[in-house]
């Protein structure tokens, strides 16, 4: 069973910075693709990054320059660095594991989610 826990939200400051973590259980970071995505009430769940198992790594652009995502194998962790946080930065963070099942000719993906983490910035 794979299971995700986050954990490095709370209230900032805008023009401050955050660490998110992510644990991870029942997967390998460092063989499956990983990130993180952002909500807020009354929209979709947004990318905000992503790290693939070979170490690529995708932002959205309206993070790019201001947050880093990365991973420690070691630890089956991920990070998110958020610097040059802006209110509209606030939101849910979710952490996301991508696992792949074969079925015959057909290959369906899994998405893994965490329960989430509240980021707010304050102005």
């Known amino acids: 069973q ?20 992510c644990v991870a259980s029942g997967i ?3 063989a499956n693709d990983g990130g993180w995505y952002r909500q ?14 070979d ?11 201001r947050f880093t995502i990365s991973r420690d194998n070691a630890r089956n962790t991920i990070f998110l660095q ?10 849910v963070y979710y952490c996301n594991a ?6 015959g000719w057909t290959r369906y993906r899994n998405d893994h989610w965490g329960q989430g983490t509240q980021v707010t910035v304050s102005s």
């Open 28 to 30: 390998a970071f460092g």
């Open 98 to 103: 991508v696992t792949w099942n074969n079925k």
């Open 55 to 65: 170490g690529r790594l995708n932002y959205a652009d309206f993070v790019k320059g």
């Open 82 to 91: 958020m610097n040059n946080l802006e209110t509209e930065d606030t939101a």
């Open 2 to 21: 794979v299971m995700l826990a986050e954990s490095g939200g709370g209230l900032a400051q805008a023009g401050g910075s955050l660490n998110l973590s």
């Open 40 to 53: 807020v009430p009354g929209k979709q769940r947004e990318l905000v990054a992503t790290i693939r198992y």
